[in-house]
C-alpha cells in the first residue's frame, strides 16, 4: 500500500527561482499537512488541509509561500522567489480526521530536500 | 519560550541501559500528546501515543502528567537499533487540532 509521496525528493535552485513541491496523500485521509524541518528551527508546521480546504497557515513564513490542494489526491507548496534561507526538508503528511480527542497518526511523505543558492 | 520543550542531548548510552526523556508544553489547550522517532535523513514515524493513564509497548513506557504539562519516555533495554532522534508532539485544540513538534531528543546506543 502506498505511502505518501512526494516529488522531487531533491531539488537544487537558484535564488529568486520558483519551486514548487508536490505531494500526494494516502487515500481516504482528508487531513494533509505541510512541514518544514531545518537544524536551527526544527520541524514546523506550515499549513493545513481539511477536505481540501486551508485550515490554519498560520505558520506560512511569508507571501513568499502559497500552497494548494485542487482536489483530494493532490496538493502543491510553491515559492516563489526562492531564497537561501528557505533551504530545508520540506515534509508532507496526511491523516484521517482525529475525532474529538484528537489522538491519530500522521503519516510522513520521504520530504523534498531544498537547496537555494 | 517553546511551546514544546525537550533536552536536545545527545544521550549517549551503552545498548542494555534504561534512558529517560522528558518534554515540556506551555499551552494548557493541548489535548493528545505523542512520541515520534526520526532516524537519520527520514521521515518522522509515529512511535507511541501518549495517554494520561500512562502506556506501556514493550520495552517503552510513557507517562503524561498534565498538571504539571510533562511527558516523558522510558526506553528500557536499550538496542542499537533504538539510536534515533525522538520528537515529542502535542495537539493544541483550537477549534480544529494545531501539531507542535518539539526540537528533538537525540540519543546514540553504542556497543
Known amino acids: 500500500d502506498a505511502g505518501v509521496i512526494q516529488s522531487p525528493r531533491h531539488e537544487v535552485t537558484e535564488m529568486g527561482q520558483e519551486v514548487t513541491l508536490r505531494c500526494k496523500p494516502i487515500?481516504?485521509?482528508?487531513?494533509l499537512f505541510w512541514y518544514r524541518q531545518t537544524m536551527m528551527r526544527g520541524l514546523e508546521l506550515l499549513i493545513y488541509?481539511?477536505?481540501?480546504?486551508?485550515?490554519?497557515d498560520s505558520g506560512m513564513p511569508e507571501d513568499r509561500f502559497s500552497a494548494k490542494m485542487p482536489n483530494a489526491s493532490f496538493s502543491t507548496l510553491k515559492i516563489q522567489p526562492s531564497e537561501p534561507r528557505d533551504s530545508a526538508v520540506y515534509f508532507c503528511?496526511?491523516?484521517?480526521?482525529?475525532?474529538?480527542?484528537?489522538?491519530?497518526?500522521?503519516?510522513f511523505g520521504p520530504g523534498t530536500r531544498l537547496t537555494v543558492l | 519560550r517553546k511551546e514544546v520543550e525537550q533536552d536536545p542531548g545527545p544521550f549517549n548510552v551503552p545498548e542494555g541501559a534504561t534512558v529517560a526523556f522528558n518534554c515540556t508544553y506551555s499551552n494548557s489547550a493541548s489535548q493528545s500528546f505523542f512520541w515520534y522517532r526520526q532516524d537519520c535523513r527520514k521521515e518522522p514515524k509515529l512511535l507511541m501515543s501518549?495517554?494520561?493513564s500512562g502506556n506501556e509497548d514493550g520495552r517503552f513506557t510513557a507517562q503524561l502528567n498534565r498538571a504539571s504539562q510533562y511527558i516523558s519516555l522510558l526506553i528500557r533495554d536499550s538496542k542499537l537499533s533504538d539510536s534515533a532522534t525522538y520528537l515529542c508532539v502535542v495537539k493544541i485544540n483550537t477549534g480544529g487540532f494545531k501539531t507542535i513538534f518539539g526540537a528533538g531528543t537525540r540519543l546514540f546506543v553504542k556497543a
Open positions: 501518549v495517554y494520561s
Open positions: 488541509f481539511n477536505n481540501n480546504v486551508p485550515i490554519d
Open positions: 503528511a496526511s491523516s484521517l480526521a482525529p475525532g474529538t480527542s484528537g489522538y491519530n497518526e500522521q503519516f
Open positions: 487515500s481516504g485521509h482528508d487531513y
